[in-house]
């Protein structure tokens, strides 16, 4: 019992943990096995591979497969609450993607090939996987929930803003020039607002061009205010990171001190 419980504590760390040398050597060799596994379904999509090299491919995804199962089943058996890990995001993504190429066993068959293609693309997921490899991705992360609440009220600015003008612009130029409805206003107006400019639709009287004009000019600086929300608030958030990091003056100006320290180390007096 003993046993099987070490060997559970070490599997968690191996798998679960980053610090140490067997976890990083298990993070890169799947952080490879993930990267040659898309590989594999990107070259599988192009005819002319496929045709040439279709099973060796599929020899690929089988290993790839067996590979990403083993990895689960272990994720399963060493994780602290098993359900927990089932439920949480990486885990539906790990279960995603081992099930395309079972999904295959269950229809074989010509006429169910769309199908299985369908679900072969869902194997892209494991580039999500990459996320949790990254600890600048926690950085970015913070950052944008940070800004979350910024980036709402702009998103529901910007929404107002399109209406109007796609209200407007259905005014303007009507049914005849390719306006028939208000959302299709408001369409023409997200996709000139983005500097897309689809050419699907466009306007033709001298008002309705005038307004375009206006739009096309504030999406330049719409396009900026997401961006500039998030850079502040990681450049506010990489400032107090450093603070944080910066040790405290020793009071004897011999050494430094580490953040929560209360008294000098060397000295033994309190700390301002």
């Not at 760390?13 to 898309?38: E, G, M, N, Q, R």
Request: aromatic share 14%.
């Amino acid at each position: 019992m003993t046993q099987r419980k070490n060997l559970r504590q070490q599997l968690h760390h191996i798998i679960f943990d980053y610090d140490t040398l067997p976890a990083k050597a298990f993070d890169l060799v799947l952080i490879a096995a993930i990267l040659l596994s898309v590989t594999v379904v990107m070259l599988d999509t192009v005819s002319a591979i496929h045709k040439a090299h279709g099973d060796l491919l599929y020899a690929f995804e089988w290993f790839f497969t067996i590979l990403f199962t083993i990895e689960y089943l272990l994720r399963i058996y060493a994780s602290d609450s098993r359900r927990q890990y089932l439920f949480s995001f990486y885990g539906i993504i790990d279960l995603l993607a081992i099930l395309p190429t079972y999904f295959s066993i269950f229809f074989p068959g010509t006429q169910y090939l769309l199908v299985i293609r369908f679900f072969r693309v869902l194997r892209i997921f494991r580039l999500l996987k990459l996320v949790k490899f990254v600890k600048e991705a926690e950085f970015v992360k913070a950052s944008i929930i940070a800004s979350s609440r910024k980036i709402v009220f702009f998103l529901f600015f910007v929404m107002v803003t399109v209406s109007i003008i796609g209200a407007l612009m259905y005014l303007i130029e009507g049914e005849k020039n390719g306006f028939s409805s208000i959302p299709k206003g408001v369409y023409w107006a997200i996709v000139t607002i983005t500097t897309v400019g689809y050419g699907d639709i466009y306007p033709q009287t001298v008002l309705g061009r005038t307004l375009a004009s206006i739009l096309m000019i504030v999406g330049y600086s719409i396009i900026a205010v997401p961006t500039g929300i998030v850079s502040a608030e990681m450049a506010a958030m990489h400032e107090k990171m450093e603070a944080d990091r910066k040790p405290a003056q020793s009071c004897c100006r011999s050494i430094g001190h580490d953040p929560d320290a209360r008294f000098c180390k060397v000295c033994g007096r309190p700390l301002d």
